[in-house]
């Protein structure tokens, strides 16, 4: 029997690896001669550096950069080496967690930080990166990236303009020609499951900037800012991309990473499935087992397990795709029209969410689950 085992986290409870090992356990116990291949899952978002480098072989590297407020902080990316790949979170380094409640302002963040983490890992040798822009506190448009990473932004003065998301404002010329030579060679594949584009009432400001303390008058100031400074790349540098699916991701940093990195944006999920190459053991499995910590109707709707269950269908239709979950809504029975044949909430009896989340409890109501499925496939 191959069975494939691919889950993404139980937020604040199992990480993907934990899951992956305590299902291959328990189908162990009843198929002591299974094959079984586990594979770390994410989305692009929190947990895709610890998922990655994990399932791959990296390793992890601490570092201190300028946080989304300006001052340093420590950060961390990860970096596969016999691939010359680097993970990076961009909300390690300009996350909407790192700026306390009373300081949100996309006006006063910057992006600088994922910048310095960029040029880190190109410096160091690597030049395919993988990079999820979820979880943003900033509304840059990319100005503080890629200032760190060489670009030079002038006031109509000649002076240098600042760095964070109000400072776009300022901007009159772009000057591309310092970008550091190691990042020309590079290749940026973004993890980014947003279709806004940069501006408008669909655009980065208008949907994303409240939830970053923007209110009505930054919002509209906001989206101006940034509709002339996608202008002036466009005159100045024939650079255009602010129309594009994704562009308004993280606050514009789609659009930066298109436009200035020529980075592709991609589903998270489809991304980190390829970049795991699961895709390779599909045709001869048969079984897959996937899941999260909650199915909903999100899930139905191409999040982490219908991601695993429509690859693992296409290039295995006759493969069963099994997922386990912390609990089930009641429309998550959408999954069944989206390639899982079927799914199992793994609690044993009624209990707290904090009691149901505890380490412990969560890892013997999964190594359970799992065994009884397989007793009754056995």
């Known amino acids: 029997m191959n069975v494939i085992i691919a889950i993404d986290s139980f937020k604040g409870s199992l990480t993907s690896w934990d899951a992956g090992n305590i299902t291959a356990d328990a189908v162990r116990e009843v198929f002591s001669d299974a094959d079984i291949k586990i594979f770390p899952l994410a989305d692009g978002g929190e ?3 610890d998922a990655l480098i994990s399932g791959l072989g990296g390793e992890i590297v601490s570092t201190k950069v300028t946080g989304p407020l300006g ?3 420590s950060s961390r990316y990860g970096i596969i080496k016999t691939s010359k790949t680097a993970i990076i979170e961009m909300a390690d380094a300009a996350g909407i967690t790192l700026v306390p409640k009373n300081k949100l302002n996309p006006l006063n963040t910057t992006t600088y930080g994922l910048g310095e983490l960029i040029l880190q890992a190109a410096e160091s040798g690597c030049r395919e990166f993988i990079i999820g822009i979820g979880g943003s506190a900033t509304n840059d448009c990319g100005l503080g990236m890629l200032t760190a990473l060489g670009a030079k932004f002038f006031k109509s003065d ?11 404002k300022d901007i009159a010329s772009i000057d591309l020609k310092n970008i550091s030579p190691a990042i020309k060679d590079c290749r940026f594949r973004i ?3 947003v ?8 655009g980065c400001s208008a949907v994303y900037g409240p939830q970053k303390g923007a209110t009505p008058d930054i919002v509209t100031a906001m989206d101006g800012y940034i509709k002339n400074f996608a202008a002036l790349a466009e005159n100045q540098l024939h650079l255009s ?3 594009i699916p994704g562009a308004g991701a993280a606050g514009g940093l789609g659009y930066a990473f298109h436009t200035f990195l020529h980075g592709t944006l991609e589903s998270g999920i489809n991304l980190i499935l390829d970049a795991i190459n699961i895709k390779k053991f599909l045709p001869a499995a ?15 709707m191409g999040k982490t397990p219908v991601g695993v269950a429509k690859l693992a269908k296409n290039f295995n239709p006759n493969v069963k795709v099994i997922a386990v979950c912390g609990c089930a809504t009641r429309d998550a029975v959408e999954v069944n029209q989206n390639g899982i044949d079927a799914y199992f909430p793994i609690l ?19 190594f359970q689950t799992v065994a009884q499925i397989f007793r009754l496939l056995r």
């Open 47 to 49: 947990g895709t550096v």
């Open 71 to 73: 001052e340093k902080i």
């Open 158 to 168: 000649g002076t240098p303009a600042g760095i964070f998301g109000g400072d776009l």
């Open 191 to 193: 993890a980014c499951d």
């Open 195 to 202: 279709t806004n584009p940069l501006c408008g009432e669909k």
């Open 241 to 243: 991309g602010a129309e």
């Open 286 to 300: 048969d079984f897959v087992v996937t899941g999260e910590g909650c199915l909903d109707f999100q899930t139905a």
């Open 348 to 366: 044993h009896m009624p209990s707290t969410v904090d009691e149901a989340m505890a380490l412990e409890n969560a890892k013997t109501n999964l």
